[in-house]
C-alpha cells in the first residue's frame, strides 16, 4: 500500500467514532490454531473495493450481513438452518472471530464467511449498494452512560448507509435487551426514508432469530428483548 493509500485510509478511519473497544485475553492453543487456520480458509481480509459475493461463495443466492457476530453461536446456528442463503458475519473481537471459525468448521458451514474489521469502514468500502437480501445487528453494545452514548453503532449516518446497501424490499432487523437503546434504534430506524416499518413499533422475535441462553436467562428474570425489522422500500 502506498503512503497515499496509508494517508486515505487513515482519514476514513477518522471519520466515524468507532462503536467498539478491542479487549485481549488468554488464548489457548486450540483456540490459536482455529484462528491460524480457518481465517485463510473463512476469512476476508478487509480491503477496499466492493465484494464479488458470486465469488466469494461460488454461487448466486441471498445475502444477508450479519455485524457483530458475538461468540459465533447465533451466526452459525442461522446459517445452517438457512442453507438457501449466504451469511457474511462482521466481528471485531478475535475470540469471537475463533469461536465463529471452529463453528463453521464443526458444522461444515459452506454458507458463512467471516471479516475481523470495522464495520462501519467494511460496509462503506466492501459492500455494494443494493447487493443485501438483509441485515442482522443482534445485542450491539448498549453503551448505557450517557456520555457514551455517541459510540452506540445504530445512528442516522450508519443507518441510512446501511439502507443503501439492501436492495428493494430487503429487511433490517435490529435486536437489544436495553431498553433505552431500544426507544433509539425504532427512532432512528423510522427517521430513515429509505425504510419501513414492519410492525406498528417493535416486532415479537422472528423465528430465524435464534434465543440465545443469555437470553432466556434475562427473559426469566423479567428482562425484556425488542426486536425491530424494516424494509427498504421498492
Keep these: 500500500m502506498s503512503e497515499i493509500d496509508d494517508a486515505a485510509a487513515a482519514e476514513r478511519r477518522a471519520s466515524h467514532i468507532r462503536s ?8 489457548s492453543d486450540a ?12 476469512g476476508i481480509p478487509y480491503r477496499p473495493g466492493a465484494l ?6 461460488g454461487r448466486h443466492a441471498p445475502r444477508i450481513l450479519e455485524i457483530g457476530c458475538g461468540m459465533g453461536e447465533t451466526t452459525a446456528t442461522i446459517a445452517a438452518a438457512h442453507p438457501q442463503n449466504d ?8 475470540p469471537g472471530v475463533r469461536s ?12 458463512l464467511r467471516v471479516i475481523q474489521h470495522d464495520a462501519v469502514e467494511v460496509v462503506r468500502d466492501m459492500i455494494a449498494p443494493g447487493s443485501l437480501s438483509g441485515i442482522h445487528v443482534f445485542f450491539p453494545d448498549p453503551w448505557p452512560k450517557k456520555r457514551q452514548q455517541k459510540r452506540r453503532l445504530i445512528q442516522p449516518e450508519f443507518v441510512k448507509l446501511l439502507a443503501t446497501r439492501l436492495a428493494p424490499n430487503g429487511y433490517l ?9 431500544a426507544a433509539q434504534m425504532l427512532n432512528v430506524l423510522s427517521a ?11 416486532t415479537p422475535r422472528p423465528p430465524y432469530r435464534p434465543q ?22 421498492t
Design 173 to 181: 432487523h435490529c435486536a437489544t435487551d436495553w431498553e433505552e437503546y
Design 20 to 27: 467498539f473497544v478491542l479487549r485481549q485475553g488468554r488464548v
Design 212 to 233: 440465545t441462553k443469555f437470553e432466556s436467562r434475562g427473559l426469566k428474570l423479567g428482562h425484556g428483548v425488542w426486536d425491530v425489522v424494516f424494509r427498504r422500500k
Design 100 to 111: 465463529l471459525l471452529k463453528e463453521i468448521a464443526t458444522r461444515e458451514l459452506s454458507n
Design 52 to 57: 464479488d459475493f458470486d465469488v466469494v461463495f
Design 31 to 42: 483456540q490459536r490454531r482455529f484462528h491460524e487456520e480457518g481465517m485463510p480458509r473463512w
Design 87 to 94: 451469511y457474511l458475519g462482521i466481528e471485531v473481537h478475535t
Design 192 to 202: 430513515e426514508t429509505q425504510l419501513t416499518n414492519m410492525a406498528k413499533d417493535f
